[in-house]
């Protein structure tokens, strides 16, 4: 059993996706043990984007994460990390496969509409960020 961390970040909000990406998550059978609608502080996404410090898109992503409310949800499972990851799509959406919710709704890799942790240490690092006060799983 896994826990992970998605985002649905500014742009999935406003084109009204919540509903459809947490739907494609509950159909997954996975469980949503964390959920909440944040205006994130900028020391918040500098951590979460702490291994991109230095890129060149850095600045963008992080002021992009900060533009708008984003929901934070904890999502537990078997082999959460990976179902959700895949259910989301290569991180251009020009490469992501119709059927996933980036090959489904998104365009440009700067508004590509979710993050998901990448593996079971940054889900970790990912979701005491995110969830300082903890998870009902
Ligand atoms: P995310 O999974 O949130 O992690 C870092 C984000 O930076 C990524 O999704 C993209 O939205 C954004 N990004 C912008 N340019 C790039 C790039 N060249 N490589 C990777 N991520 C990028």
């Not at 500014?10 to 159909?27: D, K, M, S, Y």
């Not at 994460?65 to 537990?76: E, Y």
């Amino acid at each position: 059993m896994e826990t992970t961390l998605v985002l649905i970040k500014p742009g999935g909000v406003q084109r009204n996706l919540i509903g459809e990406i947490t739907r494609r998550v509950e159909a997954r059978q996975l469980k949503v043990v964390g959920l909440k609608l944040v205006n994130a502080s900028r020391a918040t996404v500098e951590e979460h984007y702490a291994e991109h410090k230095g890129k060149g898109f850095f600045e963008d992503v992080v002021n992009y994460l900060c533009s708008g409310p984003v929901v934070a949800m904890a999502v537990q499972g078997t082999n959460a990390i990976k179902a959700i990851r895949t259910m989301m799509g290569a991180t251009n959406p020009l490469e992501a496969t119709p059927g996933t919710v980036r090959g489904d709704f998104a365009l440009t890799i700067d508004d590509n509409l979710t993050h998901s942790s990448s593996d079971p240490e940054a889900a970790g690092r990912e979701l005491t960020l995110w969830f300082p006060e903890g998870t009902v799983g």
